[in-house]
């Protein structure tokens, strides 16, 4: 009976409490993201936004990545995506979306007053959230996301360690030949060279990419893609061959290929390597790990001088609104507001990434701003019109890591991707043949 009395006390308690608080005070606009780094940012953004507006803006945070990503899947299912949210993965995974009708296409938005908003951003930004005619997700054609700050992938140098070696810190390596040079040197005084996160295959398929589009241009790329140019061709060996020299004159870091790019930023940090091939989100993991850091950005170094060198870049991260929203245009203002001048510097300068909106550079540190820089120089998968089967870039990728550690040569390693290659093609042909 004294348990039941307390029960029945407890319960009143709590429904006098609740009744207290009142019906909770929904948002305007209701933001998805997974951000960790910009919780703070976000929100005072959003705060600025009511004051300036009266518009209420909620970010809601769902960190790691993986568990985003499934709680907006599951969200897909359920009808109950937020105003705004991010599509994670790679563009096909965005078509599914688009095609599905859970994004809104903003292309009118984007060209409305002489293209003001769309003008704002860098192109390589916008691209990768846009659907061109006839692309190959069958996606309808539109822009259909917005960047709020964009980066790319190059290479970082110590200052410091420069001039350990006897290297000019304000003059790094602009050529391959160059590079090897100084790498040498710095190992004459027991400075390891290059350092990077090649466990994860990813950042050696940049890189490789990286010297393939200054070999031999996007065109025959695409065409080795495409099954027309074979990887034993001597252009594609020849890249294999600059992995083979960097290993062979000693200049990675030691356990490069099991090293994740955590562990790769951090040794970096502290000056355990003099180079560092990193994206531009490393500003602000270097500032974290060593705020004293002397380091600069260099651009990757040139094979073929006669060549343009391309790197990896684009959008970093872009926001969506939901096509069914209520609020899809106080979410559209929303973004607008997001994406101008100040609100842009303003996130640049509290996370240390490149801002989407190229007129905001004058705002942002000179580290950031050299990264900037290149931005005209950059490309992506996720905007290439022809992609590579995942099993061919595995075999590439875990082919160079061999090569590497001295498994394997270059010729071997080429023959290999090459039998990949046909294999998989062979398996497509046959696909195409059944459903026929």
Not at 137 to 146: D, E, H, K, S, T
Not at 166 to 183: M, Q, S, T, V, W
Not at 203 to 227: H, P, Q, V
Not at 371 to 378: C, D, I, L, V
Request: net charge neutral; aromatic share 12%.
């Amino acid at each position: 009976m004294r348990n039941l009395y307390y029960i029945l006390i407890v319960s009143i308690i709590v429904g006098m409490w609740g009744c207290s608080q009142g019906p909770t005070t929904k948002a305007d606009v209701i933001i998805w993201h997974w951000m960790t780094d910009r919780k703070p940012a976000f929100n005072d953004l959003a705060k600025k936004y009511k004051e300036e507006t009266g518009v209420s803006v909620e970010f809601k945070l769902f960190a790691p990545s993986e568990i985003y990503s499934q709680k907006v899947r599951a969200a897909t299912q359920a009808g109950t995506l937020p105003d705004i949210f991010g599509v994670l993965g790679e563009k096909k995974d965005f078509a599914i979306f688009v095609k599905a009708g859970h994004i809104l296409n903003l292309s009118d938005e984007m060209q409305a007053n002489n293209g003001e908003w769309k003008d704002r951003f860098f192109s390589k930004a916008l691209i990768v959230n846009e659907f061109k005619r006839g692309n190959e997700y069958n996606a309808p054609p539109g822009i259909y996301g917005v960047p709020i700050d964009v980066m790319n992938i190059q290479m970082l140098y110590n200052k410091d360690l420069f001039k350990k070696a006897g290297l000019d810190p304000e003059n790094p390596p602009d050529d391959f030949e160059e590079f090897i040079a100084a790498g040498i040197k710095l190992k004459e005084v027991g400075i390891q060279g290059l350092v990077s996160g090649w466990a994860e295959v990813w950042m050696i398929d940049c890189l490789a990419s990286n010297f393939a589009f200054n070999l031999m241009g996007e065109r025959k790329i695409m065409s080795t893609y495409k099954g027309e140019v074979p990887y034993t061709d001597p252009d594609w060996i020849r890249v294999f061959s600059l992995f083979k020299e960097m290993a062979d004159k000693d200049i990675l870091a030691r356990g490069i290929v099991s090293m994740n790019n955590k562990d790769a930023e951090q040794n970096f940090a502290n000056q355990r390597a003099a180079f560092a091939f990193n994206g531009s989100w490393c500003v602000n993991v270097y500032k974290g790990m060593n705020p004293d850091l002397n380091y600069d950005v260099m651009f990757v170094p040139k094979v073929d001088r006669g060549n343009q060198m391309l790197i990896w870049g684009g959008a970093g991260s872009s926001f969506m609104v939901n096509a069914r929203s209520e609020n899809k245009e106080k979410a559209v203002e929303f973004l607008k507001w997001l994406t101008g001048g100040p609100q842009q510097a303003y996130l640049a300068e509290a996370t240390n990434n490149l801002p989407a909106n190229r007129e905001s550079l004058s705002q942002i540190s000179p580290i950031l701003s050299k990264f900037a820089q290149s931005m005209e120089y950059t490309t992506h998968p996720n905007i290439w019109p022809v992609h590579e089967k995942s099993q061919v870039i595995e075999t590439f990728d875990l082919g160079i890591q061999s090569i590497i550690l001295g498994t394997k040569t270059p010729q071997q390693v080429a023959q290999e991707v090459r039998q990949v290659k046909e294999r998989e093609m062979d398996k497509e042909r046959q696909r195409t043949l059944s459903r026929n």
